[in-house]
DNA sequence: TTCTGTGTTCCCCA
DNA sequence: CTGGGGAACACAGA
């Protein structure tokens, strides 16, 4: 489950490993990937030089002399560099470079790579919608839209219109360190609670960002991140003691996601 | 075999 | 308008 420090991650390697290359082909194996028909895609980036790689939320994007590709991994998946003749086992869709390198793109689950043309980065729907970066975005703003929102503090941190870059892995530690229940309500947050929880973000995606992502993700080069199992405090270690108190943690049900929580630390009300 | 878990959109309902 | 809840997508691991 790739989350913003992982989608940063390689949003710096792509950045460091691609720019210059130029576009040479594509195998394109999942077309239902893509926002047009697949020889449409092919046709405006043959020839493309890359030019910058960043991210927003989620979101890879690619800026190329022929307008942008967007990746977005979905459930998890890996973004692999490798030469032509290397491939590995699987993937959904390839991009061949002039110098015999190739970038090969596998996800699990619902994963999209898109092309948007040149100045038209706001016609995509997708990423438009979306709130600031969630390293990005300032504590005023970020207190200013958590006191609009009436639904659970869950809910609206993993509402990427919100703000991106929050996923259902880190959130449990986040929600931990700042000793809020994944419950409550997003506008019933004192000022107290709100600080704790913009500091939270920063810090747990931060700190991973730094160890180039979770473990459970692999770099371009197949390496995978620094984050380690050891490093998650609560989340996915039910009946283990919490760190701060040794009370059990338990796990729940918050709507359609499951969520990890120390029962003593974490009170809804 | 059957269940669950991840992201995102979309659609219905109160 | 808001927010909750579900379906859809058609995979991988237990």
Known sequence: MPELPEIASRACEMQAALVGKTIHSFEILQPKCL???AEDFSTCLAGATLEAASHHGKWIICETTQGYVLINLGMGGEI???????PPKKYRLSIGFQDGTRLFINFWWFGYVHFVATGMLS?????????PDALEITEAEFTRRLR????????????????????NAYIHD??????????RKA???DGE????????????????????GAFYEVD????PGGFQEKDILIGYREGKPCPECGSAIQKLRTGSTTSFICPSCQLIS
């Open 35 to 37: 926002n047009i028909p």
């Open 80 to 86: 692999l560099l490798r030469e032509t003749g290397n």
């Open 123 to 131: 016609t995509h729907a997708m990423t438009a919608k979306l709130g």
């Open 148 to 167: 609009l929102k009436n639904t659970a503090v869950k809910t609206f941190l993993l509402d990427q219109k919100n703000l991106a870059g929050i996923g």
């Open 174 to 183: 986040i929600l931990f360190l700042a000793r809020v229940h994944p419950l």
């Open 187 to 189: 506008s019933g947050l």
């Open 193 to 212: 609670e709100s600080h704790r929880l913009y500091t939270s973000i920063r810090n747990s995606l931060q700190s991973s960002f730094e160890k180039k």
């Open 220 to 223: 371009l080069q197949g390496k």
